[in-house]
């Protein structure tokens, strides 16, 4: 992801959190997507931890944990 994507998405945590989820969707039409959806909650998720243990979390951080998360689903995908 690229730094823009992650500093806009720290800029607008509060709308995303507070963001109605589309209801009724069964099916997404790409599993690209779908992952990218996926990555988007999990460092969403791992944000929120963090703040809520006063935790500090930079740009560089954040980009370690993103590169975490593909890894880790490129494993998961591989085995």
Known sequence: MAKSTISTILKN???IKSAQV???ISRLSSSRYNIAEQLGTLLLVWINE??????SVSA???CE???Q???DEDKEKNS
């Open 69 to 71: 998360l593909l890894e």
């Open 50 to 55: 963090k703040n809520m243990a006063d935790d």
């Open 22 to 24: 589309a209801k009724g």
């Open 60 to 62: 560089v951080i954040i």
């Open 65 to 67: 944990k993103v590169k």
């Open 13 to 15: 945590k509060e709308e």
